[in-house]
């Protein structure tokens, strides 16, 4: 995971804690999450209708 132990990750989180406040950060993290969701179903999305053209196009190509 981008060469990020755990000791890393525990100082970005203090960090993140220290500037944003205990109140914010679980309003971030929610957001976060929301983005990374929606991000991935966009690219889920985008994979699914490139498989559908291709097999819609080109004969004999199926899984």
């Known amino acids: ?3 990020l132990g755990t000791p890393e990750l525990i100082v970005i ?3 993140a804690f220290l500037v944003f406040g205990g109140k ?6 929610a957001g976060l999450g929301k983005g990374i969701s ?3 179903k966009g690219l889920k999305d ?3 209708a490139g498989k ?3 097999e819609d196009n080109v004969p004999g190509v199926k899984e």
């Open 1 to 3: 995971m981008f060469g």
């Open 13 to 15: 989180l203090g960090i």
């Open 24 to 29: 914010k950060l679980p309003e971030i993290g």
């Open 38 to 40: 929606s991000f991935k």
């Open 46 to 48: 985008v994979e699914d």
């Open 52 to 54: 559908n053209l291709v």
